[in-house]
């Protein structure tokens, strides 16, 4: 099993409408987890940051359930410049030091 | 506010030749770095981690090496290149117990 698995998509939406994205994530002792954003050819950017159970940041809501050991990110009303590679990131305590385990993406494409 | 540089932006190298990237961060001390590969369509792969001037945490074994000469300096190498370390190269830094990341523009390398 990946410690880090999502969706690879694509998700094809219309502008304005919700598009939610799973994420689950092997290490129970996890304690830290972020969503970043890669436009293609360009390096990943931090787009929220989830500590306890969720947080909410303009049209992006993430939650986050340590017993299902799962994370979603939720994005409403969306934009053609939402179009991006969303990745899931946990931060696992693995060898002495903390590492990010990134996931391997999720495609969004907004179509007009 | 912290700023992050990366260059070369993209190289093309023979087999066999060495390679050198750099990269530099401002508007931060002693913060940890890293250098990650994202090879085309997979996810990113933590390559060296290190928390200070010299000390320099492998992650995966490989013919490439890292640097840390100044605090804020973190340099990739290799001797001889193989067509498998094609890729994108991004360095980061991060601090807090959190360990949120932010990444460089990244170096594109093709090796031919």
């Known amino acids: 099993r990946k410690e880090v698995e999502q969706d690879p998509g694509p998700f094809n939406v219309p502008e304005g409408a919700t598009v939610a994205f799973n994420c689950t994530y092997s290490?129970?002792?996890?304690?830290?987890f972020f969503w970043y954003r890669q436009d293609c050819r360009k390096e990943p950017k931090l787009l929220m940051s989830?500590?306890?159970s969720g947080n909410e940041d303009g049209r992006f809501t993430a939650q986050l359930n340590r017993a299902s050991q799962y994370i979603s990110l939720l994005i409403r009303d969306s934009k053609l410049s939402d179009s991006a590679t969303y990745l899931c990131?946990?931060?696992?305590?693995?060898?002495?030091?903390?590492?990010?385990?990134f996931g391997a993406g999720t495609r969004l494409a907004v179509h007009p | 506010s912290q700023t992050i540089h990366q260059w070369p932006a993209t190289l093309v190298q023979p087999v066999g030749s060495p390679l050198s990237l750099e990269c530099t961060v401002e508007?931060?001390?002693?913060?940890?770095l890293y250098w990650y590969r994202q090879a085309a369509g997979r996810g990113l792969q933590l390559l060296f981690y290190?928390?200070?001037?010299?000390?320099i945490s492998s992650e995966v074994p490989q013919n490439l090496s890292a640097s840390r000469p100044q605090d804020r300096q973190f340099i990739l190498s290799s001797k001889k290149l193989l067509l498998s370390d094609s890729g994108f190269y991004l360095c980061?830094?991060?601090?807090?117990?959190?360990?949120?990341?932010?990444f460089g523009p990244g170096t594109r390398l093709t090796v031919l």
């Open positions: 980061a830094w991060g601090q807090g117990a959190y360990n949120e990341q932010f």
């Open positions: 290490n129970s002792a996890s304690q830290s």
């Open positions: 508007g931060t001390s002693n913060p940890n």
């Open positions: 990131v946990v931060n696992s305590f693995s060898g002495g030091y903390n590492k990010l385990i």
């Open positions: 989830v500590y306890s």
């Open positions: 290190s928390v200070g001037i010299g000390q």
